[in-house]
């Protein structure tokens, strides 16, 4: 997690940049431009490190149920495709549950925390990141798997053939993750409580409860803009995404 805090400084910088010069343009806003820029820093350290750790669960969860028989697979495979659906702000309530005093969690203090939104967040990313995942790895063809082993290849060797092959359903997989991630509002609003500190600094509210907020207490101006940004983050990942996918490799 201090990597993925250390590598967000330089993009939250750059983006309270531009909204501290766009400011005067568009809205003024209520605290400083801090305000804004440590709702993004908020957003994209929380959607970022849940997304990366649902990936590194997911994929090999994928991997192990589209290539393997074993009891219980139909079970799984439900259990999965009913994930994708499931209602965010039960997520919520539940890790709300465990990290509370009563909760198996409850002695790390994790209630209203960065920590309690990212587990919140996991939780929503990884059935789609899964679900998506296991479709792209399925499809690959049983001839890649077969000469992969036929060159005396390993599992784990044959693994990263398949992985390579379904590398862009792989990636439109992490795409839906951080997207249902960064757009989630209920399970967040329950876990982190939607906290600013009395400088204006975000402690726990995101884009999408800022925009929650600034809309019920009448700043559509700011409620805008911040969905703009939302907009803009979702868009660039996108974009990054696709590219990644069809040129194999950023250029």
Known sequence: MVAAQAALVPLTDALSLLVQAAGPLLVEFPFEPQYVGSIIYVSLYVSI?????????????????GFTDFPGERLVKAVINTGMGFPSVVV????????????PLGDLNLVFTKEAMIMSQFVLATPPITGIALAAVTSVREDVRDAAFALGGTRLDVALTVVKEARYGIATAVLAGFGRAISEVGSVLI???NIAGSDGVSKTRTLTTAVQLEARQGRYETALVLGAVLLVLVLGVNAVVVRFGEGGQMR
């Open 49 to 65: 490190t849940a997304v990366a750790l649902s990936t590194l669960f997911s994929v090999p969860v994928a991997l192990v149920v």
């Open 92 to 103: 919520g309530l539940l890790v709300l549950f465990a990290v509370s005093n009563q909760g």
């Open 191 to 193: 876990v982190g409580g």
